[in-house]
């Protein structure tokens, strides 16, 4: 793959999606990897699920899912798909290294970019 920024930035879309899955997880773990689950590995509940949500949706521009949409992201993997897709599709932007650091910042840690 090329370093193209649209390259880049599609790469950084898994570090910034499990760096947040890691950082509000119930279940703290050393690295939220794509293939654990949210709500049998990470302790994931309803409430926790729409604090992703919403963050995904500031950092993303991401649209509200439905809750058929919803109950399909089983895994850390289907986030991270469901971001590039949006994106690819065009429903979604790349999120901005300012916005990154600043919801980031707002749980006291560095960006996963930094």
């Given at each position: 793959?090329?370093?193209?920024?649209?390259a880049?930035?599609?790469?950084?879309?898994?570090?910034?999606?499990?760096?947040?899955?890691?950082?509000?997880?119930?279940?703290?773990?050393?690295?939220?990897?794509?293939?654990?689950?949210?709500?049998?590995?990470?302790?994931?509940?309803?409430?926790?699920?729409?604090?992703?949500?919403?963050?995904?949706?500031?950092?993303?521009?991401?649209r509200?899912?439905?809750?058929?949409?919803?109950?399909?992201?089983?895994?850390?993997?289907d986030?991270?798909?469901?971001?590039?897709?949006?994106?690819?599709?065009?429903?979604?932007?790349?999120?901005?290294?300012?916005?990154?650091?600043?919801?980031?910042?707002?749980?006291?840690?560095?960006?996963?970019?930094?």
């Amino acid at each position: 793959m090329t370093n193209t920024p649209a390259a880049i930035g599609t790469d950084a879309v898994a570090t910034i999606v499990s760096g947040m899955v890691k950082l509000i997880a119930p279940r703290k773990v050393e690295q939220a990897g794509p293939d654990l689950r949210l709500i049998g590995d990470l302790g994931f509940h309803s409430l926790v699920l729409a604090e992703l949500g919403y963050n995904l949706e500031e950092l993303y521009g991401l649209r509200s899912l439905n809750p058929e949409e919803a109950m399909k992201l089983q895994r850390v993997s289907d986030v991270i798909e469901l971001v590039r897709t949006e994106i690819a599709e065009g429903r979604a932007q790349l999120a901005d290294d300012e916005v990154v650091s600043d919801v980031f910042a707002r749980y006291g840690v560095e960006s996963p970019l930094a």
